[in-house]
């Protein structure tokens, strides 16, 4: 059982940045792959950034050169670092684990979500 838990959201002015922050409970450099998805109201949940461990980083398009993921192995925790921020930004932010058990399986655990509004 992994469990995530996002801080740093809140209220920004467009063109403001903020910094999310994702602690896992478990080795996160054992773990698949870990990302940022978000959902804003009436929206699906949509990927954000995601790195696979000793691979490759994708972002959606709309965030490019904007957005950063970052991750810091020593103490199990992934960054969102956000600037340029828009309204359209505006969103519930959710931390994603993806887990590659030895059984075969996979599963995917999510934070609880932490809420930024972009808005003057």
């Known amino acids: 059982q992994v469990q995530l838990v996002e801080s740093g959201g809140g209220l920004v002015q467009p063109g403001g940045s903020l910094r999310l922050s994702c602690a896992s409970s478990?080795?996160?450099?054992?773990?698949?792959?870990m990302g940022w998805y978000r959902q804003a109201p009436g929206n699906k949940r949509e990927l954000v950034a995601l790195?696979?461990?000793?691979?490759?980083?994708n972002y959606a398009d709309s965030v490019k050169g904007r957005f950063t993921i970052s991750r810091d192995n020593a103490k199990n925790m992934v960054y969102l670092q956000m600037n340029g921020l828009r309204p359209e930004d505006t969103a519930v932010y959710y931390c994603?684990?993806?887990?590659?058990?030895?059984?075969?399986?996979?599963?995917?655990?999510w934070g609880q979500g932490t809420q930024v509004t972009v808005s003057s």
């Open positions: 994603n684990a993806k887990v590659l058990y030895a059984s075969g399986s996979a599963y995917d655990y």
């Open positions: 478990g080795n996160i450099f054992s773990y698949y792959a």
């Open positions: 790195g696979i461990n000793g691979g490759s980083t």
